[in-house]
């Protein structure tokens, strides 16, 4: 038998999860954001769970084309645009729509023969200061991309900084993008899924869930169960060794936890390069035969301990969830200092997943 852990991608789960938000946006459209391999899941595995999604939205154009050639037929936007020429050319070849942030991009647009003329999406500067033209730019370089033949049509997007901290909102950002935009007849694309689901008044021509897809909460205070969303991976595996210890005996690289009292002690198969953070601490939620029990000292590369001391039974060849269907990756995330979205795009390549 191989080594045990696993990353288990629930299918049904993403799908309940884009219908949940669609449901609350009935006369939106919605990307399906499946950037960073799907957050982790899988690029094809979830556009297939997705193959009738209004559409995919994603930086890597090597993904982009993959869809393509996978038969996906709806749009799908590059979210940071193209980064030379040559991809403009084959992003134009591939029909892919494209994000454009900066001054460079409408220049190829103006001078390169494409195969096409392609869908832009005029990313404006609305506040968070990370890409996009100013939003006081707005009018004047939607009227540079309109006169361009390379140009079939313009959407107006921009991205919130704080649309998961109901305390800041996204008024002030909104208001900045709507009195740039205003009078201009062309469609917006402006939320992320915090924005979708906490801001009505974002809810316009295209949304772009990411995070919620996969059963996460773009919120602090919410939980993904509150939201009505399930978790779309499960990273599981076993206990491969136990030990037991008595008062003053230490666990793990740096011997950081030192047991009080006798204590028996399970050795997952799990470790930091499976993509489990190093730096969760103990007391770092994990559950054993479905029973929560708590993760025990540093996380090696290959390992981590959990105490079983409370857990009459339990020993080697039992089954160790990480995060997933029974234990919220957010309640993992918080507890190691982090957000849902950094633990699933960090699932190493040695781990197998399998389709559920
Ligand atoms: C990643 C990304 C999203 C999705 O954000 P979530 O918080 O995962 O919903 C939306 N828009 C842009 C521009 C992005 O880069």
Redesign the pocket.
């Known amino acids: 038998m191989s080594r045990p852990i696993e990353a288990l991608i629930h299918v049904g789960a993403i799908r309940s999860n884009y219908l949940n938000i669609k449901s609350l946006a009935p006369t939106s459209r919605a990307f399906a954001?499946v950037?960073a391999n799907a957050?982790g899941h899988g690029l094809l595995r979830v556009a297939q769970a997705l193959h009738d999604a209004d559409g995919f939205?994603i930086?890597e154009i090597e993904g982009a084309i993959a869809l393509r050639e996978a038969g996906v037929t709806q749009p799908i936007l590059l979210?940071?645009g193209v980064f030379s020429h040559d991809e403009l050319m084959l992003a134009a070849r591939h029909d892919l729509w494209l994000?454009v942030h900066e001054p460079q991009v409408i220049a190829w647009l103006e001078t390169t023969p494409l195969d096409r003329p392609v869908h832009v999406f005029l990313k404006l500067n609305s506040g968070m200061n990370r890409l996009g033209f100013p939003a006081g730019d707005a009018k004047q370089v939607a009227a540079r991309l309109g006169a361009c033949a390379n140009v079939a049509g313009i959407t107006l997007?921009t991205?919130f900084a704080t649309a998961?901290d109901p305390a800041r909102g996204i008024a002030a950002q909104l208001a900045c993008f709507d009195a740039a935009t205003e009078g201009l007849d062309l469609r917006h694309s402006v939320a992320?899924?915090?924005a979708?689901i906490a801001y009505p008044q974002t809810r316009r021509d295209w949304l772009?869930?990411?995070?919620?897809l996969y059963g996460s909460s773009?919120f602090a205070a919410r939980s993904a169960a509150d939201l009505g969303l399930q978790a779309a991976m499960t990273l599981r595996s076993k206990i491969i060794g136990t030990q037991r210890v008595q008062a003053g005996d230490a666990v793990g690289y740096g011997a950081t936890f030192v047991a009080d009292g006798p204590m028996t002690i399970g050795i997952v198969a799990c470790g930091y390069a499976d993509g489990y953070p190093r730096h969760a601490p103990t007391g770092t939620p994990v559950l054993v035969d479905g029973v929560r029990t708590r993760l025990l000292g540093r996380v090696s590369m290959d390992m981590l301990a959990v105490d079983l001391t409370a857990l009459a039974g339990a020993g080697i060849g039992c089954s160790v969830e990480l995060w997933g269907a029974k234990l919220p990756i957010d309640e993992v995330a918080a507890a190691a200092g982090t957000i849902g979205?950094e633990l699933m795009c960090a699932i190493a390549p040695r781990v197998p997943v399998l389709t559920v």
């Not at 772009?208 to 919620?212: E, H, L, Q």
């Open positions: 954001v950037k957050y939205a930086l979210l940071e994000a997007m991205h998961d992320n899924s915090a979708s772009r869930p990411g995070i919620v773009p979205y």
